[in-house]
Protein backbone atom coordinates (compact mmCIF):
# COMPACT_ATOMS: atom_id res chain seq x y z
CA UNK A 1 0.00 0.00 0.00
CA UNK A 2 3.22 2.34 0.89
CA UNK A 3 3.82 2.03 -2.74
CA UNK A 4 0.59 3.88 -3.71
CA UNK A 5 1.30 6.75 -1.55
CA UNK A 6 4.93 7.06 -3.10
CA UNK A 7 5.80 8.99 -6.54
CA UNK A 8 9.44 9.84 -7.63
CA UNK A 9 10.07 13.56 -8.01
CA UNK A 10 12.80 16.00 -9.50
CA UNK A 11 13.54 17.59 -6.05
CA UNK A 12 15.71 20.76 -5.01
CA UNK A 13 16.34 18.75 -1.64
CA UNK A 14 18.69 21.44 0.39
CA UNK A 15 20.20 24.61 0.24
CA UNK A 16 22.82 25.48 -1.96
CA UNK A 17 24.06 25.29 -5.34
CA UNK A 18 23.44 21.86 -6.65
CA UNK A 19 21.56 19.52 -4.40
CA UNK A 20 18.84 18.25 -7.24
CA UNK A 21 17.82 14.62 -7.92
CA UNK A 22 15.18 12.26 -8.37
CA UNK A 23 13.62 11.06 -5.15
CA UNK A 24 10.93 9.42 -3.87
CA UNK A 25 8.18 11.95 -2.34
CA UNK A 26 4.90 11.73 -0.89
CA UNK A 27 1.84 11.56 -3.29
CA UNK A 28 -0.51 14.33 -2.76
CA UNK A 29 -3.83 14.38 -1.83
CA UNK A 30 -6.92 16.64 -1.71
CA UNK A 31 -6.36 17.86 1.73
CA UNK A 32 -8.99 20.97 1.44
CA UNK A 33 -11.97 21.67 0.46
CA UNK A 34 -10.96 23.89 -2.71
CA UNK A 35 -8.19 21.59 -4.18
CA UNK A 36 -8.06 19.27 -7.11
CA UNK A 37 -5.97 16.31 -7.43
CA UNK A 38 -4.33 16.52 -10.89
CA UNK A 39 -2.18 13.59 -12.59
CA UNK A 40 0.38 15.51 -14.37
CA UNK A 41 0.95 14.98 -18.04
CA UNK A 42 3.72 17.26 -19.05
CA UNK A 43 5.82 19.73 -17.36
CA UNK A 44 8.08 22.53 -19.12
CA UNK A 45 11.44 23.31 -17.48
CA UNK A 46 12.08 26.92 -17.06
CA UNK A 47 15.03 29.02 -16.23
CA UNK A 48 13.27 29.45 -12.87
CA UNK A 49 13.98 25.39 -12.52
CA UNK A 50 17.95 26.46 -12.80
CA UNK A 51 18.21 29.31 -11.27
CA UNK A 52 16.75 27.12 -7.87
CA UNK A 53 19.05 24.76 -8.47
CA UNK A 54 22.29 27.37 -8.59
CA UNK A 55 20.93 28.53 -5.68
CA UNK A 56 20.37 31.97 -7.43
CA UNK A 57 16.28 32.38 -7.13
CA UNK A 58 14.35 31.83 -3.63
CA UNK A 59 12.97 28.17 -2.90
CA UNK A 60 12.60 26.28 0.27
CA UNK A 61 13.41 22.88 0.17
CA UNK A 62 12.88 19.96 0.11
CA UNK A 63 10.23 20.92 -3.27
CA UNK A 64 9.58 19.30 -6.28
CA UNK A 65 10.81 21.46 -9.16
CA UNK A 66 8.86 22.88 -12.05
CA UNK A 67 6.10 25.45 -12.31
CA UNK A 68 4.77 25.12 -15.54
CA UNK A 69 2.91 22.06 -15.80
CA UNK A 70 -0.25 20.37 -17.65
CA UNK A 71 -2.40 17.79 -15.88
CA UNK A 72 -6.00 16.02 -15.88
CA UNK A 73 -8.02 16.60 -12.47
CA UNK A 74 -8.38 13.35 -11.16
CA UNK A 75 -10.07 14.28 -7.54
CA UNK A 76 -11.64 17.28 -6.31
CA UNK A 77 -12.56 18.29 -2.80
CA UNK A 78 -15.93 18.93 -1.65
CA UNK A 79 -16.12 22.65 -2.71
CA UNK A 80 -14.61 22.69 -6.19
CA UNK A 81 -17.05 23.75 -8.54
CA UNK A 82 -16.30 24.06 -11.73
CA UNK A 83 -14.29 21.42 -12.48
CA UNK A 84 -14.90 17.84 -12.35
CA UNK A 85 -12.71 14.16 -12.79
CA UNK A 86 -11.54 14.05 -16.44
CA UNK A 87 -10.89 17.72 -17.46
CA UNK A 88 -7.93 18.98 -18.92
CA UNK A 89 -5.97 21.95 -17.30
CA UNK A 90 -3.49 23.79 -16.79
CA UNK A 91 -2.71 26.46 -13.37
CA UNK A 92 -1.62 29.55 -12.46
CA UNK A 93 1.71 29.61 -10.17
CA UNK A 94 -0.02 31.71 -7.75
CA UNK A 95 -0.71 29.20 -4.92
CA UNK A 96 -0.21 31.47 -2.19
CA UNK A 97 -0.71 35.15 -2.20
CA UNK A 98 -1.66 37.17 0.42
CA UNK A 99 -4.53 39.12 -0.80
CA UNK A 100 -3.92 41.78 1.99
CA UNK A 101 -1.19 44.12 -0.05
CA UNK A 102 -1.42 46.59 -2.27
CA UNK A 103 -0.77 45.00 -5.66
CA UNK A 104 -2.85 42.08 -4.39
CA UNK A 105 -6.15 44.33 -3.60
CA UNK A 106 -5.09 45.89 -6.99
CA UNK A 107 -5.39 41.96 -8.37
CA UNK A 108 -2.31 41.98 -9.53
CA UNK A 109 -1.57 39.03 -7.26
CA UNK A 110 1.65 38.11 -10.24
CA UNK A 111 3.66 40.85 -8.14
CA UNK A 112 2.90 39.76 -4.44
CA UNK A 113 5.94 39.71 -2.12
CA UNK A 114 4.49 36.96 -0.67
CA UNK A 115 3.61 34.91 -3.51
CA UNK A 116 4.80 31.34 -3.39
CA UNK A 117 4.51 29.15 -6.61
CA UNK A 118 4.92 25.06 -7.79
CA UNK A 119 8.70 24.38 -8.26
CA UNK A 120 10.31 26.61 -5.38
CA UNK A 121 7.83 28.14 -3.01
CA UNK A 122 5.16 24.66 -3.07
CA UNK A 123 6.04 21.16 -4.18
CA UNK A 124 5.58 21.27 -8.15
CA UNK A 125 4.98 19.54 -11.42
CA UNK A 126 8.22 17.29 -12.24
CA UNK A 127 6.76 14.59 -10.76
CA UNK A 128 2.70 12.60 -11.24
CA UNK A 129 0.41 14.26 -9.24
CA UNK A 130 -0.01 18.27 -7.73
CA UNK A 131 -2.98 19.34 -5.92
CA UNK A 132 -3.99 22.89 -6.07
CA UNK A 133 -6.74 25.47 -5.78
CA UNK A 134 -9.78 25.40 -8.00
CA UNK A 135 -9.36 29.33 -8.23
CA UNK A 136 -5.18 29.12 -9.92
CA UNK A 137 -7.10 26.30 -12.73
CA UNK A 138 -8.02 26.83 -16.35
CA UNK A 139 -9.14 24.83 -19.01
CA UNK A 140 -7.45 23.52 -21.78
CA UNK A 141 -9.11 23.98 -25.14
CA UNK A 142 -10.15 21.20 -26.93
CA UNK A 143 -7.93 20.08 -29.77
CA UNK A 144 -4.50 21.32 -27.32
CA UNK A 145 -2.20 18.64 -26.65
CA UNK A 146 -0.63 18.22 -22.99
CA UNK A 147 2.98 19.21 -24.10
CA UNK A 148 1.69 22.24 -26.33
CA UNK A 149 -0.71 23.22 -23.21
CA UNK A 150 2.43 23.05 -20.89
CA UNK A 151 3.93 26.08 -22.96
CA UNK A 152 0.89 28.37 -21.58
CA UNK A 153 2.58 29.63 -18.58
CA UNK A 154 5.66 31.43 -20.66
CA UNK A 155 3.28 32.05 -23.36
CA UNK A 156 0.92 34.08 -20.98
CA UNK A 157 4.26 36.34 -19.70
CA UNK A 158 4.27 37.34 -23.38
CA UNK A 159 0.72 37.58 -23.63
CA UNK A 160 0.39 40.22 -20.26
CA UNK A 161 3.76 42.28 -21.43
CA UNK A 162 3.60 41.99 -25.42
CA UNK A 163 -0.43 42.41 -26.05
CA UNK A 164 -2.03 43.53 -22.28
CA UNK A 165 0.62 45.68 -21.06
CA UNK A 166 3.11 47.45 -24.44
CA UNK A 167 0.76 46.49 -26.73
CA UNK A 168 1.29 45.36 -30.90
CA UNK A 169 -0.16 47.47 -33.64
CA UNK A 170 -1.07 46.09 -36.65
CA UNK A 171 2.22 46.47 -39.18
CA UNK A 172 4.59 47.13 -36.28
CA UNK A 173 8.28 45.62 -36.91
CA UNK A 174 8.73 43.89 -34.10
CA UNK A 175 12.96 42.70 -32.89
CA UNK A 176 13.14 40.13 -30.39
CA UNK A 177 16.63 40.30 -28.31
CA UNK A 178 17.49 36.68 -27.16
CA UNK A 179 16.22 33.32 -28.89
CA UNK A 180 15.78 31.45 -25.73
CA UNK A 181 12.04 30.08 -25.54
CA UNK A 182 10.40 33.25 -24.08
CA UNK A 183 12.36 34.72 -27.01
CA UNK A 184 10.42 32.51 -29.29
CA UNK A 185 7.27 32.78 -27.70
CA UNK A 186 7.38 36.50 -27.84
CA UNK A 187 8.16 36.27 -31.74
CA UNK A 188 5.16 33.72 -31.86
CA UNK A 189 2.84 36.39 -30.13
CA UNK A 190 4.03 39.23 -31.65
CA UNK A 191 3.60 37.60 -35.02
CA UNK A 192 -0.20 36.19 -33.85
CA UNK A 193 -0.88 40.06 -32.30
CA UNK A 194 -0.18 41.98 -35.98
CA UNK A 195 3.57 42.24 -36.17
CA UNK A 196 4.35 42.86 -39.68
CA UNK A 197 7.58 41.95 -39.59
CA UNK A 198 9.17 40.11 -36.77
CA UNK A 199 13.26 39.95 -36.68
CA UNK A 200 15.29 37.99 -33.60
CA UNK A 201 18.73 38.45 -32.56
CA UNK A 202 20.88 35.37 -31.06
CA UNK A 203 23.99 34.18 -30.48
CA UNK A 204 25.74 31.60 -32.65
CA UNK A 205 25.23 28.31 -31.12
CA UNK A 206 20.87 29.22 -30.86
CA UNK A 207 21.38 28.66 -34.78
CA UNK A 208 20.41 24.60 -35.02
CA UNK A 209 17.89 24.23 -32.74
CA UNK A 210 16.78 27.57 -31.49
CA UNK A 211 16.87 29.67 -34.54
CA UNK A 212 14.71 26.62 -36.47
CA UNK A 213 12.08 26.50 -33.89
CA UNK A 214 11.91 30.53 -34.42
CA UNK A 215 11.63 30.77 -37.87
CA UNK A 216 8.63 27.63 -37.49
CA UNK A 217 6.74 30.04 -35.44
CA UNK A 218 6.75 33.31 -37.20
CA UNK A 219 10.08 35.36 -37.01
CA UNK A 220 10.81 36.49 -40.65
CA UNK A 221 14.69 37.05 -40.16
CA UNK A 222 17.26 36.18 -37.30
CA UNK A 223 20.44 38.29 -37.20
CA UNK A 224 23.69 35.87 -35.63
CA UNK A 225 25.08 38.95 -33.36
CA UNK A 226 28.16 37.17 -33.63
CA UNK A 227 28.15 37.22 -37.93
CA UNK A 228 26.72 40.57 -38.18
CA UNK A 229 26.12 43.99 -36.29
CA UNK A 230 22.69 43.73 -35.04
CA UNK A 231 22.07 47.16 -34.57
CA UNK A 232 23.19 48.03 -38.56
CA UNK A 233 21.03 44.88 -40.15
CA UNK A 234 18.41 46.33 -38.12
CA UNK A 235 18.51 49.73 -39.70
CA UNK A 236 18.79 48.25 -43.32
CA UNK A 237 15.99 46.39 -42.62
CA UNK A 238 13.52 49.46 -41.40
CA UNK A 239 14.94 52.10 -43.77
CA UNK A 240 16.67 53.80 -41.30
CA UNK A 241 14.27 53.65 -39.06
CA UNK A 242 14.46 51.17 -36.78
CA UNK A 243 11.83 48.87 -35.02
CA UNK A 244 8.98 50.00 -33.47
CA UNK A 245 8.90 47.51 -30.76
CA UNK A 246 11.80 46.03 -29.03
CA UNK A 247 11.26 43.19 -27.36
CA UNK A 248 14.29 42.16 -24.38
CA UNK A 249 14.48 37.92 -23.85
CA UNK A 250 17.94 37.55 -23.75
CA UNK A 251 19.30 39.01 -20.29
CA UNK A 252 22.49 39.69 -21.57
CA UNK A 253 24.51 42.79 -20.44
CA UNK A 254 25.63 43.54 -24.18
CA UNK A 255 22.41 42.84 -25.50
CA UNK A 256 20.61 45.16 -23.51
CA UNK A 257 23.40 47.97 -24.45
CA UNK A 258 21.68 47.89 -27.73
CA UNK A 259 18.00 48.16 -27.06
CA UNK A 260 18.00 51.46 -27.40
CA UNK A 261 19.76 51.93 -30.60
CA UNK A 262 17.38 49.24 -32.29
CA UNK A 263 14.47 51.42 -31.38
CA UNK A 264 12.83 54.33 -33.89
CA UNK A 265 11.86 57.52 -33.07
CA UNK A 266 9.04 57.25 -30.17
CA UNK A 267 9.11 53.59 -30.33
CA UNK A 268 8.75 51.15 -27.34
CA UNK A 269 11.04 48.77 -25.46
CA UNK A 270 9.48 45.82 -23.30
CA UNK A 271 12.08 43.90 -21.24
CA UNK A 272 11.13 40.76 -19.82
CA UNK A 273 14.56 39.09 -19.26
CA UNK A 274 15.96 38.44 -15.85
CA UNK A 275 19.83 39.73 -15.93
CA UNK A 276 22.54 38.00 -14.05
CA UNK A 277 23.39 41.30 -12.19
CA UNK A 278 21.15 43.77 -11.25
CA UNK A 279 22.45 46.58 -13.33
CA UNK A 280 22.66 46.84 -17.06
CA UNK A 281 23.79 49.71 -18.93
CA UNK A 282 21.39 51.10 -21.78
CA UNK A 283 22.06 54.42 -24.17
CA UNK A 284 20.56 56.75 -22.33
CA UNK A 285 20.71 59.99 -24.72
CA UNK A 286 19.28 57.73 -27.44
CA UNK A 287 16.47 56.80 -25.79
CA UNK A 288 15.90 60.31 -24.54
CA UNK A 289 16.26 61.67 -27.81
CA UNK A 290 14.05 59.01 -29.40
CA UNK A 291 11.75 59.72 -26.79
CA UNK A 292 11.41 55.88 -26.31
CA UNK A 293 8.63 53.94 -23.90
CA UNK A 294 10.48 51.57 -21.70
CA UNK A 295 8.41 48.77 -20.53
CA UNK A 296 9.31 46.26 -17.14
CA UNK A 297 7.46 43.07 -16.64
CA UNK A 298 6.88 40.31 -14.09
CA UNK A 299 4.88 37.23 -14.69
CA UNK A 300 1.42 36.72 -15.85
CA UNK A 301 -1.90 37.77 -14.79
CA UNK A 302 -5.30 35.89 -14.82
CA UNK A 303 -6.72 36.82 -17.96
CA UNK A 304 -3.37 36.52 -20.30
CA UNK A 305 -3.68 32.84 -19.26
CA UNK A 306 -6.90 32.54 -20.90
CA UNK A 307 -5.68 34.57 -24.18
CA UNK A 308 -2.90 32.38 -24.40
CA UNK A 309 -5.31 29.62 -24.03
CA UNK A 310 -7.50 30.49 -26.73
CA UNK A 311 -4.38 31.82 -28.97
CA UNK A 312 -2.68 28.38 -28.80
CA UNK A 313 -6.38 26.77 -29.84
CA UNK A 314 -6.68 29.44 -32.74
CA UNK A 315 -3.48 29.69 -34.27
CA UNK A 316 -2.09 28.22 -37.58
CA UNK A 317 1.17 28.50 -36.47
CA UNK A 318 2.23 24.64 -34.82
CA UNK A 319 3.10 25.34 -31.27
CA UNK A 320 4.70 22.18 -31.03
CA UNK A 321 7.66 23.88 -33.24
CA UNK A 322 8.62 25.44 -29.39
CA UNK A 323 9.22 21.72 -27.92
CA UNK A 324 12.54 20.23 -28.23
CA UNK A 325 12.69 17.94 -25.74
CA UNK A 326 10.42 14.92 -24.40
CA UNK A 327 12.07 13.17 -21.85
CA UNK A 328 11.23 11.71 -18.31
CA UNK A 329 12.54 13.19 -15.36
CA UNK A 330 15.51 10.22 -14.79
CA UNK A 331 17.87 12.27 -17.90
CA UNK A 332 17.40 15.29 -16.45
CA UNK A 333 20.94 16.21 -16.36
CA UNK A 334 21.11 15.64 -19.83
CA UNK A 335 17.98 17.95 -20.20
CA UNK A 336 19.50 20.85 -18.29
CA UNK A 337 23.13 20.54 -19.74
CA UNK A 338 21.34 21.11 -23.38
CA UNK A 339 19.42 23.91 -22.16
CA UNK A 340 22.66 25.26 -20.60
CA UNK A 341 24.24 24.75 -23.82
CA UNK A 342 21.36 26.65 -25.75
CA UNK A 343 20.62 23.55 -27.39
CA UNK A 344 16.75 23.42 -26.21
CA UNK A 345 14.10 25.19 -26.84
CA UNK A 346 11.17 24.32 -24.24
CA UNK A 347 12.35 21.33 -22.44
CA UNK A 348 8.94 18.83 -21.84
CA UNK A 349 9.24 16.32 -19.06
CA UNK A 350 6.63 13.71 -19.58
CA UNK A 351 5.61 11.29 -16.64
CA UNK A 352 7.68 7.81 -17.41
CA UNK A 353 3.65 6.42 -18.14
CA UNK A 354 2.75 8.72 -20.74
CA UNK A 355 6.40 9.38 -22.09
CA UNK A 356 5.25 6.13 -24.88
CA UNK A 357 3.13 8.82 -26.68
CA UNK A 358 5.83 11.11 -27.59
CA UNK A 359 8.28 8.43 -28.57
ZN1 LIG B 1 8.40 29.65 -16.26
ZN1 LIG C 1 -0.06 40.30 -1.59
Redesign the pocket.
Known amino acids: MLKDRIMLGLVKFAKGPGNVGVREVAKPAVSAPDQALLKIKAC?V???DLHVMDDTFRYWPPVVLG??FSGEVIETGAEVADFKPGDRVVAE?KTFVCGRCDVCKQGKTNLCVHRRAPGWGVDGGMTDYIAVPERLLHRIPDGVPYDVAALC??LA?TVHEIDERCGVNAADVVVINGAGPIGVLSAFLAKSAGASRVYMTGMARSEPVRFKAALALGVDGIINVEREDPVKRIMELTGGLGADLVVETSGSPAGIRRLAEMARICGRITCIGLCPADEAAISWNTAMYRQLDIHFNFSSSYTAWGKALRLMASTPLDLRNAISHHETIDNWERVFGDIREERAVKAMFIPADEISAYR
Open positions: GCATHEPEPI
